[in-house]
């Protein structure tokens, strides 16, 4: 199976969610492809004081994509067929509506439309709350389009005993929906 993934980060607050899937692919040897919005840069320095400088210095093999570059290989259904997924994490809202309707302002929105055409994982990493009705009507289209729509929720069963850990919780469902082994979380009477 590929070890290539692009993971996606939005303008939705929950920063740190896009931030820990970056340190666990990277500490799995991923090759990874990021893009990252410009409201998602805000969202980066605002909960995690991250600039693009220090992001590029701690994940040095990364691959980061401007999310106006359309043109690139990845927005293609003939490379990105290679891909094990693409992860949005955070997914904003404004995002998710693109994905629904089909619209594309920007590389993300263009890389998760192909995913959808070519059957690569899509999992959006829904970051809002509470939900409108066009929230939810906006996530049974791409749930019914083949994404999978995930809530940054994280379970408890597991006791979590810090931020840390809750923030794995949820990471680790999301590579769970990628079939990704993983130990961030402990499982159900595990």
Known sequence: MSNKIVVCIT???GAIYGYRLLQVLS???FEIDLIVSSSGWVVLKQELDLTKAEILREFPKVR???????ANPVASG????????????PCSMSTLSHVACGTNQ???HRVCEVALKERVPLVLLVREAPYSLIHLKNMLEVSQAGAIVMPASPGFYHRPKSLQELVDFVVGKVLDSLRIEHNLYRRWRE
Not at 79 to 88: P, T
Request: no cysteine; charged share 20%; glycine share 8%.
């Open 106 to 108: 920007n590389l993300i």
């Open 64 to 70: 980061l994509i401007p999310e106006k570059d359309i």
């Open 27 to 29: 500490s799995m040897d």
């Open 11 to 13: 303008g939705a607050s």
């Open 78 to 89: 003939s490379r990105l067929i290679f891909y094990r997924g693409v992860v949005v994490a």
